[in-house]
């Protein structure tokens, strides 16, 4: 496995060049100005999800709905890849709250009270009834079935510390501290992907694309072809980034941007 992930470093860090990228094209399409809020991103049903305050807030174009529960800290994370059941995670009470689309609240799991042995530090929404839970405690990735209050790990522990976490229904994916990017499906099978060139913020696509940002630069890393291409905007400044369905929101302290482009 060593010999393997030092060949794939040699042979990401020749293929994955910075000389010359190719160029991806971006049509803007719309904008709009946000004030005091942090832009989370967007789904396909055309909602916005913001924090502001501890407070999370969905958007439409004609209402707002927002959730707040001061008992329970910061909020870690929002997990939206399911619009009709919004995952709201709290790391310091280690506790999961499920909303439905008008953000009322349908379960509220304190994951010390049902299981005492997992403490969560990365949340995510997976297929048949489940979570996706990395225990901080054993290092594990395991599947939570919020139904019947039971886990099962699956995989071996992470043996590297981890720098950045995200998950669909079917996969959870890692990135750790040298960069190398891996999945693991929901029958316990890890995949290492690739070695990633350095990031500042990251957004995973799939096991084949994710987008990068590296010095007020946005790439589009394709792992099959192991190609980088540098995204073509004309903002050159901006926090973070957002894309779905061939749409990238580009956002800043005041507003948001939109642009629409196919990634190849």
């Known amino acids: 496995m060593m010999k393997n992930t030092i060949y794939l470093i040699l042979l990401v860090i020749s293929a994955y060049g910075f000389g010359q990228n190719p160029k991806l094209e971006t049509t803007a399409i719309s904008s709009e100005t ?11 049903l055309g909602n916005n999800y913001y924090l502001k305050n501890n407070v999370f807030i969905k958007q439409d174009q004609s209402q707002t709905w927002e959730y707040k529960n001061v008992a329970l800290g910061k909020i870690t994370s929002v997990d939206y890849v399911n619009p009709l ?5 709290y790391e310091d009470f280690n506790t999961i709250i499920m909303l439905d689309n008008q953000l009322n609240e349908i379960q509220k799991l304190n994951l010390f009270e049902i299981d005492n042995t997992i403490s969560a530090s990365k949340i995510g929404m997976a297929s048949q009834n489940q979570f996706w839970i990395y225990n901080a405690l054993t290092q594990q990735v395991l599947l939570f079935d919020y139904l019947k209050n039971i886990s099962k790990n699956i995989g071996n522990p992470i043996p590297e510390n981890i720098k950045y976490t995200q998950s669909d229904f079917n996969n959870f994916y890692w990135i750790d501290e040298i960069n190398n990017w891996y999945a693991i499906d929901i029958f316990g099978k890890v995949t290492l992907l690739a070695n990633i060139p350095p990031f500042e913020k990251i957004q995973i696509i799939d096991r084949e694309k994710l987008l990068f940002l590296k010095d007020n630069t946005l790439y589009c890393l394709n792992n099959q072809s192991k190609t980088v ?10 926090q ?3 894309y779905k369905d061939q749409i990238l ?6 507003q ?6 196919k990634l190849p």
Request: aromatic letters at 22%.
């Open 34 to 44: 946000v004030e005091d809020k942090i832009y989370i991103g967007f789904d396909g």
């Open 85 to 89: 059941k919004i995952v709201v995670f």
């Open 229 to 238: 291409f540098e995204i073509d905007i004309v903002e050159k400044s901006f």
């Open 240 to 242: 973070n980034f957002y």
């Open 249 to 254: 929101a580009i956002f800043t302290n005041q």
């Open 256 to 261: 948001i941007k939109n642009f629409k482009i």
